[in-house]
């Protein structure tokens, strides 16, 4: 079965071909991070119109990579939600009228679903079942899968997502959007020694965390740091903030996931999401694996952000399934489990 994957949930458009014999045939990807750079986040309108120039060409680059034309399809799966409502409708308007037009059955796809089983597409891919860790912009929530659409979440986020709350606390260190890769850069050059930060709900005995509040010290710090020099941190400084933010959410990732491991008995972690490209919490969650023996899968670096990679794969485990063919809806707010 060949699965075309149309991912328009923000601002990124994504188009994959997956079979499930011969596994990922090509992917395509835009970006519109530069577009809304200039404004500091993402502005949805402008997201919707992008999409709807980019999905079409990066369909057709697809199909060629592949060597295939439409008539090779057998089914098209969409992110349907949660996302930007306008900018999902792209996806689903050009999903079903494909499928309606090549009379091929549709299959929409939750978003979180797509990053949650994107560690398929790895070499080794875990099997169920797993605890996944997943830590986007939008989402952060501890889960436990059983298998395709067995999901139980135990823990999550309270306020911000991880994601969210790197590019906040970029922001506010005066970082270019979008800040979580960037604050990223600079902590990987930063003391861990100099200054440290709370570890909210740490021992809170719970799977939940909240990170709100780390941002909130950070802006502290800053002001501190500020007075103490008379004028802007210098760069130094603000690696050395950047480092000891980094220090305090991976830890709480790290130890919230092995609580996870323990409560549950599974082996194996799975890691999904944007924040899943960060290399402090990739080389946390490895030590501990080895020391803790159990395992741990990512996403390959190019599909822990948004993808039609992970909504092509995902689209094929639900097709095996045989899932009832969707309507033609987008759902910008639904939860997972
Ligand atoms: O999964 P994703 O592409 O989009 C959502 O579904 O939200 O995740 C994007 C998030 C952003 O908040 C971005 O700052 C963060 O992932 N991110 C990172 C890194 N790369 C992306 N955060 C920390 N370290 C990174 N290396
Ligand atoms: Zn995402």
């Avoid at 014999?21 to 949805?44: I, K």
């Avoid at 992110?79 to 409502?85: A, D, E, I, K, S």
């Avoid at 010290?217 to 800053?222: D, I, Q």
Wanted: proline content about 6%; glycine content about 10%.
């Amino acid at each position: 079965m060949r699965v075309l994957g149309i991912e328009s949930s923000c601002d990124e458009t994504g188009v994959a071909l997956y079979d499930t014999e011969a596994g990922l045939l090509a992917h395509a990807l835009h970006t519109q991070m530069a577009m809304h750079a200039e404004y500091g986040g993402v502005v949805p309108e402008l997201a919707s119109r992008d999409h709807i120039r980019r999905v079409i060409p990066l369909t057709r680059e697809c199909l060629k990579t592949a060597g295939l034309t439409l008539a090779d399809l057998d089914a098209i799966a969409y992110t349907q939600g949660p996302g930007l409502g306008g900018a999902l409708l792209v996806g689903a308007a050009v999903a079903n009228g494909l499928a309606f037009g090549l009379n091929l059955p549709v299959i929409p796809v939750h978003h979180l679903e797509g990053h949650l089983l994107s560690p398929m597409l790895a070499d080794p891919a875990p099997t169920f079942p797993f605890v996944a860790l997943l830590v986007s912009g939008g989402h952060t929530q501890l889960m436990a899968v059983r298998g395709v659409g067995d999901y139980e979440t135990l823990g999550e986020t309270l306020d911000d997502a991880a994601g969210e709350a790197f590019d906040k606390t970029a922001k506010l260190l005066g970082l270019p959007y979008p800040g979580g890769p960037e604050l990223s850069r600079l902590a990987e050059h930063g003391d861990p020694t100099r200054f440290t930060l709370p570890r909210p709900m740490l021992r809170s005995g719970d799977f939940d965390m909240s990170f709100s509040g780390l941002k909130t010290a950070v802006l502290t710090l800053v002001r501190q740091q500020e007075a103490e020099c008379g004028g802007a941190l210098d760069d130094v400084t603000r690696a050395d903030i950047c480092r000891a933010f980094q220090e305090a959410i991976v830890e709480v990732l790290v130890s919230k996931s092995l609580a996870a491991l323990k409560a549950t008995g599974m082996q194996r972690l799975v890691i999904a999401g944007g924040v899943g490209a960060n290399r402090q919490l990739r080389a946390a969650l490895d030590r501990a694996a080895q020391r803790r023996r159990f395992a741990v899968y990512y996403p390959p670096l190019s599909l822990c952000t948004d993808n039609g990679a992970m909504i092509a794969y995902a689209g094929a485990a639900r097709l095996a399934l045989a899932q009832p063919a969707g309507v033609f809806s987008v759902r910008p707010r639904w939860p997972l489990a």
